[in-house]
């Protein structure tokens, strides 16, 4: 760019020449990135191939549709000074373009993924703990930092098969059975490695508020597996749904969806406790979880009555059964985690 100044100061080139290079030079750019990206990460070369999508698209929408109001605007602000006008039209660029495509930032990263998938290489890659480092063992207070955030994570992916276990028995997907067959495999490879590293901490030099600590820990990477086992078994549930070809009344259906969602709020509650520390918090953990729990007796008994009239059957009648059971179940868990924090 600094050579189109250098011509247009010189009056050898006019702005209507200049601009279209100076949108062009903003693609030319790209070229450091992608060069840089040979060698390295499948993300690294995502990222600069989202770099190249981004400016591409920004220079196609500036040459057919902002061109002549950026041309206006630029010679408005300085009319006798042509490698300003320059300069004002690059920064005009890079600005309006970010502007403009900042919302649409998600779909420019589908485009990216179609053109780069995630590998299975990727996919298991992913499944590794993140924030779990060795060296840092002999320093209790950031191991235990790190620890929390990776328990964090492992609670995050057994929310994720929460989420896609109702989804297959509501929506009855088996590509939902299978996503939260993959998360729960996630969950207990990440169980193992949390684990593993809390044992190698509380054989270090740790006081005993730090031992309390990774007391807490265990406890809760426990029970958050626990919420991905009672989602694997909700899956299992959808399967056998799906292979039987079971109704569920709209009734039932709504309660499903209710004490799903009550569980599911209990949960994330527990994980956001533990995330802050959050002992004032608790209470509401704990009054969610007697909802739940009445929930649990009216829906059993609701489900008898309709059972008794005909309005559903004995198949479907069990799976729906054995869905509370487990929903209840996993708001037990979050009250298990509330407990550890509140206790700790």
């Known amino acids: 760019m600094g050579m189109l100044i250098a011509l247009a100061?010189?009056?050898l080139i006019p702005l209507s020449a200049a601009l279209p290079i100076l949108y062009g030079d903003n693609i030319g750019t790209c070229v450091t990135s992608l060069i840089s990206s040979i060698g390295a990460s499948r993300n690294?070369?995502?990222?600069?191939?989202?770099?190249l999508t981004f400016n591409v698209i920004g220079t196609i929408l500036f040459m057919l549709v902002l061109g002549k109001p950026i041309t206006m605007a630029v010679q408005y602000l300085d009319p006798n000074d042509a490698a300003r006008q320059i300069a004002n039209a690059q920064t005009m660029f890079n600005v309006i373009n970010v502007l403009i495509l900042l919302p649409f930032s998600k779909y420019i990263v589908k485009i990216v993924l179609k053109l780069m998938p995630i590998t299975e290489e990727e996919?298991?890659?992913?499944?590794?703990?993140?924030?779990?480092?060795?060296?840092?063992?002999?320093?209790?207070?950031?191991?235990?930092?790190?620890?929390?955030?990776e328990v964090l994570r492992m609670g995050e992916k057994a929310?994720?098969?929460?989420?896609?276990?109702?989804?297959?028995?509501?929506?009855?997907?088996?590509d939902s059975v299978r996503k939260t067959e993959k998360h729960e495999e996630t969950v207990n490879i990440l169980q193992k490695e949390i684990l593993n590293y809390l044992l190698k901490l509380s054989k270090s030099s740790v006081n005993d508020e730090e031992r309390n600590k990774v007391d807490l820990l265990f406890n809760t990477v426990n029970d958050i597996e626990r919420v991905s086992d009672h989602a694997?078994?909700?899956?299992?549930?959808?399967?056998?749904?799906?292979?039987?070809?079971?109704?569920?009344s709209q009734n039932a259906i709504e309660e499903m969806t209710n004490i799903y969602n009550k569980a599911q709020e209990n949960f994330k509650a527990s994980l956001d406790c533990l995330a802050?520390?959050?002992?004032?918090?608790?209470?509401?953990?704990?009054?969610?979880?007697?909802e739940v729990d009445a929930l649990n007796k009216l829906y059993k008994k609701r489900h008898m009555e309709r059972l008794n009239k005909g309005k559903c059957t004995i198949d479907s009648g069990v799976l729906f059964l054995d869905l509370l059971t487990n929903l209840e179940r996993v708001s037990d868990h979050a009250c298990n985690i509330a407990n550890q924090v509140e206790a700790n």
Do not use: C, W
């Open 9 to 11: 100061s010189q009056g």
């Open 276 to 290: 802050k520390n959050n002992k004032q918090g608790v209470s509401e953990i704990y009054k969610v979880e007697d």
């Open 159 to 174: 929310n994720y098969a929460l989420e896609s276990s109702i989804d297959s028995l509501l929506n009855k997907s088996i």
């Open 123 to 149: 996919s298991e890659a992913s499944v590794k703990t993140k924030y779990l480092d060795e060296r840092i063992l002999q320093t209790p207070s950031i191991a235990l930092g790190n620890t929390v955030k």
């Open 44 to 51: 690294a070369k995502r990222a600069a191939t989202m770099h």
């Open 232 to 248: 694997e078994n909700i899956s299992e549930l959808s399967r056998i749904a799906i292979e039987k070809d079971l109704e569920f």
